[in-house]
């Protein structure tokens, strides 16, 4: 069995709902047959009518940004994951460097959202990385494993091979600054041995680990030829049809 390659876009809080259309339907104009999968995480107001735009695309899903953990009430403002999985929704973004710095989600919680994400059979799209003091200080190893630890590593192996990781080192995110293929790799390398150790080698292999931070259609190919790069979760350049298609066409042809 391979891995699934992935590029995921998540288009934040951007798109009316007439410019989310238009987006959607150029990104399924231009894309082409392909093993690989691409996921579209536009904001909650488009999931239900993109649902029907996309049905029947075989390697085009949709994913929402953020989830509740509960399962309904009293949560003004919040979205669970049945309603995600009643407009199907497939994946779910959790722990984006932007829920953790303006929302102040981490450990406990993201770990219940992950857990709530499965139980209704989706599958979380768990970001981790660090912050430019912590790379600087060397310490982005120690900081990505307490996030996995935190948020993840209590889950069974049989529910962790539903999960893919992105590594999305905070500095990259929306800078234009972006990491080092080599730096890139170096990371995800760091975070499959991360997951044998806790699981086995069998779903370390076969973890989809996505690199997120100004990934665009110039350094796509470069970041995406890293043995442990299986594409990207894409901000910005997610915005543009062509720019998403052409780093979704980013892949080495796979032998
Ligand atoms: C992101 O927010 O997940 C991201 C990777 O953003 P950008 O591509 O704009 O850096």
Known sequence: MKRQRIVAGNWKMNKTFDE??????????QLGP??????????????????VLTNGIANLKLGAQN???????????????AMLKSVEAEFVILGH??????????????AKKVDSTLKHGLRPIFCCGEKLDAREAGNQEEIVKQQLEEGLFHLEESQFSNVVIAYE????????????????QEMHRYIRNLISLKYSSHTANLT?????GSC???????????????GGLIGGASLHATDFISIFNSFPVSG
């Open 20 to 29: 989310g259309r238009d987006l959607a339907i150029s990104i399924i104009q």
């Open 34 to 51: 392909s093993e690989n999968l691409a996921v579209l995480c536009p904001p909650f107001i488009h999931l239900n009518y993109l649902s």
């Open 67 to 81: 989830c509740h953990f509960e399962e309904s009430g009293a949560f003004t403002g919040e979205i669970s994951a």
């Open 97 to 110: 460097s932007e829920r953790r710095e303006y929302f102040k989600e981490a450990g406990e919680l993201l």
């Open 169 to 184: 080192p905070v500095w990259a995110i929306g800078t234009g600054k972006t990491a080092s293929p080599e730096q890139a």
């Open 208 to 212: 989809t680990i996505l690199y997120g």
């Open 216 to 230: 665009n259609p110039k350094n796509a190919k470069e970041l995406f030829s890293q043995p442990d790069v299986d």
